[in-house]
Structures are given as C-alpha cells and as structure tokens.
C-alpha cells in the first residue's frame, strides 16, 4: 500500500470514529430536558406563598380550634362536638377568604364574621363569646408550628442559591408570627403581605412590589404556591413562571409551568 493510500485509510478510520463518538453523545442526551441548566441560572429570585405551602394551615387551624373547644366548654353552648366546629369553621372559613380575596370584604369583616357565623349556626352566638374565641383564635393559631413536609429542608437547601420573599395575602403581623414560629424567618429577605404591598393576589401589583423590592424582573422570578386562583393565575399576570403545589393531585385546566405533589421535588426542578 503506497503512503498516500494509507493516509487517507487513517483519515477515513478517524472520521468515523468522530462521528460515532458524536452519535453516542447525540444519544445520551435523549431524554433529558433542554436547557435545563440555563433553566436552573435563569431565576435569582423565588416567591412562596405560605399558608398551605409552608405552613400547614389545616393542621395548625385544626389543633387550635380542638383547644378553643375545650377551653370555652362549647358543648354546653350548643355546638355537639370538635368536629362540627372544625367542619364549620372550615366552610365559613373559606367563603370570607373568597370574598377577600376578591376584593368584596376586608380584613376586619373576616376577624367579626368569622366565629360569629360559626356560633350562630349552632344556635350558639353571643358577642362576648365570639369576640373572645376570635382574639384567642387569633393569638393562638400563629405560634402553632406544623409546617408542611420537607418546608424546613427545601428552604435551608434553596436559600443560598436563590432570594427568598413570602408573597401573602394574609395579616402582616400573624404570618410574621407563623414564620417565626416555624423557624423559617430567617430564610427570606422580603416578607411581601397584601397589606404591606396595597393589594392582594392575584393582583398584579403586589407581584410587582415584591420584584421592585428585590430589584428583578418578572423573566428572574419563579413563584410556587397552592391556590391556583391567586398564586398562579397571579403569577402568569404579572408574566412570571409558576410551580403549583399540588398535594392532593387535584384536576385542573390551569396553565403552570411546572407541577409537584411533594416540596421536596423543588430540589431537582431548582
């Protein structure tokens, strides 16, 4: 074989080889999300709600209103037992929050309303009685310190990679309680309540405080949150990507960038 020939024979071997060393490359990546690292760099910033995100709203609510029973004997008032108390709180609870959350009522209507409505439907109400079991309410339920699972670990592991800001409509004071209480304060640098930013989710404005409070835009933001009315509509108003904090695999036909069951998923998505 003349040395041209054999040259070209090795010229030949090594292409190949390149493109097979291509190939197999090619081949590793199949599956494998794109641009997930520059997905991973896109974001400084990270949003949370808080109750039912971080802290366990239900259980906290749920042990408070057992004590408050006891304490003010309620079954000699007319209310049977724990559990319709709870059951009830639960269903007045809720609407009050959805007409605040619309904007229809204040936070004042919702500490008035709240146990007189329960009492009265149990043929129970008198003034005193609902004044007192709503101030206790009110004090007690905040220092309770059930967080939802992996919240502890998932903010210790985010929180030297990102800036942290809670983004809320409840009251200033008591969610300041309920982070100090669950040993979470010191993981964020804004605390961002509807009352402090002059609106309530889903409002875009308080998205737009809590960005200009951390100096980003909306591209450097990610918010997650458990109420697809005022986290993730919200959110998507103010044109930042979302994670829906979907416990309990509810169906939806909301748009979310991204979807988990457990906050400990946050690790691999962030």
Same mark, same amino acid.
């Given at each position: ?62 042990? +408070? &209103?057992?004590? %408050?029973?006891?304490? /003010?004997? $309620? ?7 724990? @559990?319709?108390? =709870? ?66 670990? +998932? &903010?210790?592991? %985010?929180?030297?990679? /990102?800036? $942290? ?7 200033? @004071?008591?969610? =300041? ?94």
């Amino acid at each position: 074989m003349s040395v041209r020939a054999a040259l070209s024979l090795l010229a030949g071997l090594r292409t190949t080889h390149f493109g097979l060393r291509q190939a197999a490359q090619s081949l590793t990546q199949i599956g494998k999300p794109r641009n997930a690292s520059k997905q991973h760099q896109m974001y400084s910033c990270i949003f949370f709600d808080l109750d039912h995100t971080l802290w366990d709203y239900e259980t906290n609510s749920r042990q +408070t &209103l057992d004590e %408050l029973y006891q304490h /003010y004997n $309620l079954a000699t008032h007319g209310v049977p037992d724990a @559990e319709q108390f =709870h059951r009830r709180f639960q269903e007045v609870n809720t609407q009050l929050w959805d007409r605040y959350d619309r904007g229809l009522i204040d936070s004042g209507v919702i500490r008035k309303e709240r146990f007189k409505q329960i009492l009265e439907a149990f043929n129970a109400y008198n003034a005193g009685l609902s004044e007192q079991i709503s101030h206790d309410y009110l004090y007690s339920c905040p220092q309770k310190t059930n967080l939802i699972p992996h919240a502890l670990e +998932t &903010l210790a592991y %985010l929180s030297p990679r /990102y800036h $942290l800001t809670v983004v809320t409509n409840g009251f200033e @004071e008591i969610q =300041h309680q309920k982070l100090k209480a669950g040993n979470m304060a010191s993981y964020f640098n804004h605390i961002v309540t509807s009352q402090r930013a002059g609106h309530k989710k889903p409002a875009r404005e308080i998205f737009d405080y809590a960005m200009r409070a951390n100096k980003v835009e909306c591209h450097q933001v990610i918010m997650i949150g458990d109420n697809l009315a005022t986290d993730i509509a919200g959110a998507r108003n103010a044109s930042i990507h979302t994670v829906f904090f979907n416990p309990d695999k509810r169906e939806h036909q909301e748009v979310v960038t991204h979807e988990i069951e457990h906050l400990s998923q946050l690790r691999e998505l962030l």
